[in-house]
Every structure is written in C-alpha cells, then in structure tokens.
C-alpha cells in the first residue's frame, strides 16, 4: 500500500507539472479571470456548475468569492448551480437532468456575466447546453477540462485544458487552477497593492 501511495502521489505531480510548464493554458487562465473581473466591475456576476467532483468545485470555487480565499476583502458575486436541490430535482423530474444547469442560466443569465462550465470529459451534456445558451445571451464562456476539451472548446471563450486523461488528475489539477483563477479576478478587481503578502496566507476553516 505505501507503494500505491507513492505511486499515486508521483502520477499528481507529473500532471501538476505538466500544468506548471503549459505557458499557454497559464494565459488562458489568466484572461479568464481577468474577464471574469471586468464582468463584476461592471455589476455582473460569475455563475458555476459541474457534476460530481465537479459540482463540488463549482461550489468551493462561489465560496471563495464569497467568502474569501487568503485575505479580507469584499464579497464577490458568484453563485453555484448546484446547490438547490427543489431546482434541481424539479428541472431533472420536469425537463430531464441535461436541463438543470441551462435552466438556471436562463432565469438567472444577464449579457455580461461569465459561466464557467467544469467536466473533466467535456462532453456533460448539461453543461454544454449552459455553454450554448450562455453564449447566445452574450454571457462569457469559460471552460475547465482535460487533455482534449470534448465538445467544450468550440462553446467557450476560454478553455483551459488540463494534459491529463485521467479524471481524478484533472480534478486534481482544476482544484488548483481554480484557487488562482480566483487570486487573478481578486487582484484585478481589488488591484494587486491591496494583496500585500507574497505568499497565501492560511485560514482555517
């Protein structure tokens, strides 16, 4: 068993390293966010959604701009898509599980908010209908995936893209990716003076 858990471990940091050394996915991601910012500047919000492991990020992800990641500042708009359970079994009972993400967006959608769609296959067929529908209300798209996207790139705005094939890697990787996306938005929204630490600081939570 100690073998499976070095084993396991040296197969995450061959991916975070792979993630480390990807200038391109880095200028995606940062484009991202700092769209992301100029939607909130503008009064507009971030909404999010996956399932699975991926719902669980959209969720921890909203948190942080909520609540917060290192350091006190002002909340930040961001909702998760997956956590009211009377939309979800409703949309899921009345429409179809494929539905319950694009349902949301269409109540809740304004042109220049930004929906960040996570499926480390990229083929969620609930998320790429909140893809599709985000992009004709003039929503921007971001994507978090793997290796290849799936069907995610050509609905998404940015896709950032983890070389990894393996989905529990992926997650590894978006968890990550997630936390910087939101240094980047904060920084870009607050202005990077008012982050004075080098290094993230730890709250417990």
Same mark, same amino acid.
């Given at each position: 068993?100690?073998?499976?858990?070095?084993?396991?471990l040296g197969d995450t940091l061959?991916? =975070?390293?792979?993630?480390?050394?990807?200038?391109?996915?880095?200028?995606?991601?940062?484009?991202?966010?700092?769209?992301?910012?100029?939607?909130?500047?503008?009064?507009?919000? =971030?909404?999010?959604?996956?399932?699975? /492991?991926?719902?669980?990020?959209?969720?921890? =992800?909203?948190?942080?701009?909520?609540?917060?990641?290192?350091?006190?500042? *002002?909340?930040?708009?961001?909702?998760?898509?997956?956590?009211?359970? &009377?939309?979800? #079994?409703? %949309?899921?009972?009345?429409?179809?599980?494929?539905?319950? +993400?694009?349902?949301?967006?269409?109540?809740?959608?304004?042109?220049?908010? %930004?929906?960040?769609?996570?499926?480390?296959? /990229?083929?969620? *067929?609930?998320?790429?209908?909140?893809?599709?529908?985000?992009?004709?209300?003039?929503?921007?798209?971001? /994507?978090? &995936?793997?290796? #290849?996207?799936?069907?995610? *790139?050509?609905?998404?705005?940015?896709?950032?893209? %983890? *070389?990894?094939? %393996?989905?529990?890697?992926?997650?590894?990787?978006?968890?990550?990716?997630?936390?910087? +996306?939101?240094?980047?938005?904060?920084? &870009?929204?607050?202005?990077?003076?008012?982050?004075?630490? #080098?290094?993230? #600081?730890?709250?417990?939570?």
């Amino acid at each position: 068993m100690n073998n499976l858990v070095r084993e396991q471990l040296g197969d995450t940091l061959a991916v =975070l390293r792979a993630v480390e050394a990807d200038a391109a996915l880095h200028a995606t991601l940062a484009a991202a966010a700092e769209a992301t910012a100029r939607a909130m500047k503008a009064g507009r919000k =971030l909404m999010v959604a996956g399932n699975g /492991g991926s719902a669980a990020d959209a969720q921890h =992800l909203a948190a942080e701009f909520v609540s917060r990641l290192c350091e006190d500042r *002002p909340a930040m708009r961001a909702i998760a898509l997956t956590t009211d359970t &009377s939309i979800l #079994t409703a %949309v899921g009972n009345d429409y179809g599980y494929e539905h319950v +993400f694009v349902r949301q967006v269409e109540a809740l959608g304004q042109a220049g908010d %930004v929906f960040m769609g996570i499926s480390t296959s /990229g083929n969620s *067929p609930n998320v790429l209908r909140a893809l599709e529908l985000s992009r004709r209300l003039g929503i921007t798209t971001i /994507g978090l &995936s793997g290796r #290849t996207g799936g069907k995610m *790139p050509s609905l998404c705005d940015y896709c950032i893209r %983890v *070389p990894s094939d %393996v989905t529990m890697h992926i997650q590894e990787a978006h968890l990550a990716l997630e936390h910087i +996306f939101c240094m980047i938005v904060e920084r &870009s929204y607050f202005g990077p003076e008012r982050f004075t630490a #080098t290094k993230a #600081t730890a709250h417990a939570r």
